[in-house]
């Protein structure tokens, strides 16, 4: 592979770990600042709503200026927002604002693996992609957990505390956010010696009304293709119940293995771990034509979920989420790639993985949406998690057998 891809990889992992960072970072000043506790879950939701609200105009603009500018541009904007958090910005605007960097990033950095790759390494690439996302993830959480937490206080607050010049930095949460900071900076250094490649589309008219009426064709066109359908509809069940799921998990680890925060934060990245491996089954093991051969995964992940119910000990918990996470990976991946080269031949990436985006995002804010509703009507974590399990394999199942009538 040429060098700029590697670049890119580089770029995606620190910008992704920075995301992950700050996520526990500003949960954890939400927590210092005694907000109601509604706003943890809101918090991600202000970061998926420029997903969703920018969608029309993300993806025409990924595709009319060379995509290393888009994602150095996208990553400036994240810089502009967790220095906003660290300035006294309340979390969840300043959030919100790193989420629309993260909105016009995302694009741009799956968009331009279908320009510098041909079809038949796609999945491959998606491997590598999605394997260091995830290690970014589970990274992220490892970080993000101890940044915020008693050590930090303990020793590198009460450090810095004895200099006469700190930066007004006198809390763990306000140290992560700064560990961030760099993490962007870093990202935005990478994504500007990303090589220039060639405009896929140019933008004919700039009108915003045009931008959503293009939008919308790009929408229905995606929705009507047999195998953008189905894949597009794998992709945003996986993003909305893999958001959800980390809720699940420190909700119940609290409940059923009596982990604290820290541990249950931490908990989260076995999924991720799982996903990682996942992925790289995926890639080595299922071509691109074969993508849709995956979906009885997706039913298996949702069983395996329901076996959260039965755990107690610890150690079976540890090997049930990183099954839980392998299933998701294998499925996830040649999904994924099967999406974008569907969106490429259709209508460019930058417009697909826009629709893409759109879509994951709304049912991430459904589904979080769902979760909050159950746990203000009072229903036990067990409840939650089964009819969770219950919904990924049902969905699923209509998804293969939907496919299958399609394909007969």
Same mark, same amino acid.
């Given at each position: 592979m040429?060098?700029?891809?590697y670049?890119?990889?580089?770029?995606?992992?620190?910008?992704?770990?920075a995301?992950?960072v700050?996520?526990?970072?500003?949960?954890?000043?939400?927590?210092n600042?005694?907000?109601p506790?509604?706003q943890?879950?809101?918090?991600?939701?202000?970061?998926?709503?420029?997903?969703?609200?920018?969608?029309?105009?993300?993806g025409?603009?990924?595709?009319?200026?060379p *995509?290393?500018?888009?994602?150095?541009?996208s990553?400036?904007?994240?810089i +502009? @927002?967790?220095? $906003?958090?660290?300035?006294?910005?309340?979390?969840?605007?300043?959030y919100?604002?790193?989420?629309?960097?993260a909105?016009?990033y /995302?694009?741009a *950095?799956?968009?331009?693996?279908?320009?510098?790759?041909?079809s038949?390494?796609?999945?491959?690439?998606n491997?590598?992609?999605?394997?260091? !996302?995830?290690?970014?993830i589970i990274?992220?959480?490892?970080?993000?957990g101890?940044?915020?937490?008693h050590? +930090?206080?303990e020793?590198?607050?009460?450090?810095?505390?004895?200099?006469?010049?700190?930066? @007004?930095?006198? !809390?763990?949460?306000?140290?992560?956010?700064?560990?961030?900071l760099?993490l962007?900076?870093?990202a935005?250094? %990478?994504?500007?010696?990303?090589?220039?490649?060639?405009?896929?589309?140019?933008? #004919?008219?700039?009108?915003?009304?045009?931008?959503?009426?293009?939008?919308?064709?790009?929408?229905?066109?995606?929705? *009507?293709?047999?195998?953008?359908? +189905?894949?597009?509809?794998? #992709?945003?069940?996986?993003?909305?119940?893999? !958001?959800? %799921?980390r809720?699940?998990?420190? $909700?119940?680890?609290?409940?059923?293995?009596?982990?604290?925060?820290?541990?249950?934060?931490?908990?989260?990245?076995?999924?991720?771990?799982?996903?990682?491996?996942?992925?790289?089954?995926?890639a *080595?093991?299922?071509?691109?034509?074969?993508a849709?051969?995956?979906?009885?995964?997706?039913?298996?992940?949702?069983? #395996?979920? %329901?076996?959260?119910?039965?755990?107690t000990?610890?150690?079976?918990?540890?090997?049930?989420?990183?099954l839980?996470?392998?299933?998701?990976? /294998?499925?996830?991946?040649?999904?994924?790639?099967?999406?974008?080269?569907? @969106?490429?031949?259709?209508?460019? /990436?930058?417009?697909?993985?826009?629709?893409?985006n759109?879509n994951?995002?709304?049912?991430?804010l459904?589904?979080?949406?769902?979760?909050?509703?159950?746990?203000?009507?009072g229903?036990?974590?067990?409840?939650?998690?089964?009819?969770?399990?219950?919904?990924? /394999?049902?969905?699923?199942?209509?998804?293969?057998?939907?496919?299958g009538r399609?394909?007969?």
């Open positions: 040429n060098r700029g891809f670049i890119i990889l580089s770029a995606q992992f620190f910008s992704s770990l995301d992950n700050l996520l526990f970072a500003a949960i954890a000043l939400l927590k600042l005694a907000a506790s509604w943890t879950p809101v918090l991600q939701q202000f970061f998926v709503f420029a997903f969703i609200i920018l969608a029309p105009f993300v025409a603009f990924s595709d009319a200026i *995509k290393g500018k888009v994602m150095f541009l990553n400036s904007i994240k +502009v @927002g967790c220095a $906003a958090m660290l300035l006294g910005l309340h979390p969840l605007f300043a919100g604002c790193v989420g629309i960097g909105a016009l /995302s694009p *950095k799956y968009g331009i693996l279908t320009e510098c790759l041909p038949n390494r796609l999945v491959w690439a491997g590598w992609m999605e394997g260091l !996302t995830v290690a970014s990274l992220g959480a490892i970080v993000g101890l940044l915020v937490g050590r +930090v206080d020793h590198i607050i009460q450090s810095l505390a004895q200099l006469k010049f700190n930066g @007004g930095i006198d !809390t763990a949460p306000e140290f992560g956010i700064l560990v961030t760099g962007y900076l870093v935005a250094i %990478l994504n500007y010696f990303i090589p220039k490649l060639p405009i896929e589309h140019q933008l #004919t008219n700039r009108n915003p009304g045009f931008l959503l009426l293009d939008f919308w064709q790009s929408f229905l066109k995606l929705w *009507k293709d047999p195998l953008g359908q +189905v894949s597009l509809a794998v #992709t945003s069940l996986f993003w909305g119940a893999g !958001t959800c %799921l809720f699940i998990i420190i $909700a119940w680890s609290a409940v059923a293995l009596k982990f604290d925060l820290e541990q249950a934060t931490q908990l989260t990245a076995l999924v991720a771990v799982g996903l990682a491996i996942g992925s790289v089954v995926a *080595k093991a299922v071509p691109l034509e074969h849709v051969k995956v979906l009885p995964l997706g039913i298996a992940m949702g069983f #395996t979920v %329901l076996g959260m119910v039965l755990v000990d610890w150690r079976v918990a540890l090997l049930m989420l990183i839980v996470g392998s299933l998701a990976g /294998s499925f996830l991946i040649p999904m994924n790639a099967l999406l974008q080269h569907r @969106g490429h031949l259709l209508m460019g /990436s930058g417009h697909s993985i826009a629709v893409q759109f994951e995002n709304l049912s991430i459904l589904m979080l949406g769902a979760y909050a509703l159950m746990i203000d009507a229903l036990s974590i067990n409840t939650i998690v089964i009819l969770f399990g219950l919904f990924i /394999s049902i969905t699923m199942g209509l998804l293969n057998h939907k496919h399609d394909q007969g």
